[in-house]
């Protein structure tokens, strides 16, 4: 596809389970970020990568959150028991260029629900 | 707490009017933009602006940066439907890579 693919687009998980989200930049983006959408607020960084290299991690919000992009591609953001905070709207950019350069195109989401 | 305040939070109003949406900071911005944002959509870059006090036109859609670069603000003459959606300010804070969102305006235009 043309553009930024996450899946699933909803899930729902009760508290405590743990969730893995994916997604699939656009081809040939060298950096990829992560962002949390409460309801009714504008999206709050999580953490960048360039390529492979996870260069900050510093917006997530506690060490039950992963992210990893092994091959410098996908890019899978990890819940480890998860709590009804987490309920949120995960957003995946990615843009061409080195981070603050170039355009950042988003994804759909995927809508977590926890109950 | 967001660097980015947007006011206001909520606006509706008729077909053919114009709106205006502020982003304001305490903060300085290297650059500000601006986003829509369709439920169940990711956000879609509308303009960026760099230069203080630098204005923007996209259509009927008019962006300005103010002069020290802390606020902006989107103006929409003669709305349409096709223009409710959700409107995010953002910006890079000097050379940061982080981009800092507003919580954004939900715009409903009714025919």
């Known amino acids: 596809g043309a553009g930024v693919s996450q899946s699933p687009r909803y899930k729902v998980a009760k508290r405590g389970q743990d969730v893995a989200l994916r997604c699939d930049p656009i081809s040939g983006h060298v950096s990829l970020f992560w962002y949390q959408q409460a309801l009714g607020q504008g999206p709050e960084f999580l953490t960048y990568?360039?390529?492979?290299?996870?260069?900050?991690k510093s917006g997530l919000p506690s060490d039950r959150f992963f992210a990893e992009r092994p091959e410098g591609s996908v890019s899978t953001l990890k819940i480890q028991r998860t709590q009804q905070e987490d309920s949120a709207v995960y957003l995946c950019?990615?843009?061409?260029?080195?981070?603050?350069?170039?355009?950042?195109?988003f994804g759909p989401g995927t809508r977590l629900t926890v109950l | 707490t967001q660097l980015l305040e947007q006011s206001p939070q909520f606006l509706s109003i008729q077909e053919g009017e114009n709106l205006t949406v502020y982003c304001n900071s305490s903060?300085?911005?290297?650059?500000l933009q601006w986003y829509r944002q369709e439920p169940g959509e990711g956000p879609v870059l509308l303009v960026t602006?760099?230069?203080?006090?630098e204005v923007k036109k996209l259509k009927r859609l008019t962006f300005q940066f103010g002069d020290a670069r802390k606020d902006s603000s989107l103006h929409i003459t003669a709305a349409q439907p096709g223009d409710t959606g959700l409107y995010l300010c953002?910006?890079?804070?000097?050379?940061?890579?982080?981009?800092?969102f507003g919580a954004g305006t939900t715009v409903t235009v009714r025919a």
């Open positions: 953002a910006g890079f804070v000097s050379n940061d890579y982080k981009l800092s």
């Open positions: 990568f360039q390529n492979e290299a996870q260069l900050d």
């Open positions: 950019a990615s843009s061409l260029g080195l981070a603050g350069r170039g355009e950042q195109f």
């Open positions: 903060s300085v911005f290297s650059s």
């Open positions: 602006v760099v230069t203080g006090g």
